[in-house]
């Protein structure tokens, strides 16, 4: 197990959790990817519109598949952008994805302090959850935890993109991926609007 794969201890999670709810997030503690699906599925109500943004994490505990799959319980948006055209329909595209009810994903690093950063290649995902979407859920494996945020972009550049790249070649046959857009999270100033699951579970880069 490399240095970016190794789970934080109890305490540096614990005082993590309180750093992020300092800063205007919602923030708890589970054991397991299975716990987390429950966690999250608990924080939905039925009939909801939801977004998954991708994420091998999601994908790892079987949420995308919960949220998205025919005759659930949610309203995936994800349907409504596989319907659509997007050479004739980028515009409106882009808004559902912009601004769902719910959004869905996973982050590259949180901090001691408590600051989120999230790498991206497109872009797509950063509207909503910086501005856009209603509610924000993040489910993140406690190995993502960094001292600070040049630790952060070290475990960005050092681990996650080389793992990014490795999955976009195998899933979209293209030459592999970069960051070529990074939010930073310092607070939420809307109550309740974000909240961020640590699993003590390695999942996701």
Do not use: C
Not at 81 to 103: F, H, I, T
Not at 154 to 159: D, M
Not at 168 to 181: D, M, R
């Amino acid at each position: 197990m490399g240095k970016w794969d190794k789970l934080a201890d109890r305490q540096t999670i614990d005082e993590t959790i309180e750093s992020l709810k300092k800063n205007g997030l919602e923030a708890m503690f589970v054991n397991d990817g299975k716990e987390a699906k429950e966690k999250v599925l608990s924080l939905i109500p039925a009939g909801s519109e939801v977004m998954t943004m991708t994420s091998v994490t999601l994908d790892t505990i079987g949420l995308s598949e919960e949220i998205n799959k025919t005759g659930g319980s949610f309203k995936p948006v994800r349907d409504k952008l596989y319907s659509m055209d997007r050479k004739s329909e980028a515009q409106e595209m882009n808004k559902l994805g912009a601004a769902p009810q719910y959004v869905l994903g996973s982050i590259h690093a949180v901090t001691q302090a408590g600051e989120i950063m999230v790498a991206s290649n497109t872009g797509s995902q950063l509207p909503a959850y910086s501005y856009g979407a209603l509610k924000v859920i993040w489910v993140v494996g406690a190995q993502k935890i960094v001292k600070n945020l040049d630790e952060g972009f070290k475990r960005i550049y050092e681990h996650s993109l080389i793992l990014e790249s490795e999955r976009a070649k195998k899933a979209y046959g293209v030459p592999g991926s970069s960051v070529n857009k990074i939010l930073i999270i310092n607070k939420e100033v809307q109550p309740g609007r974000m909240t961020i699951i640590l699993v003590n579970e390695v999942l996701g880069f």
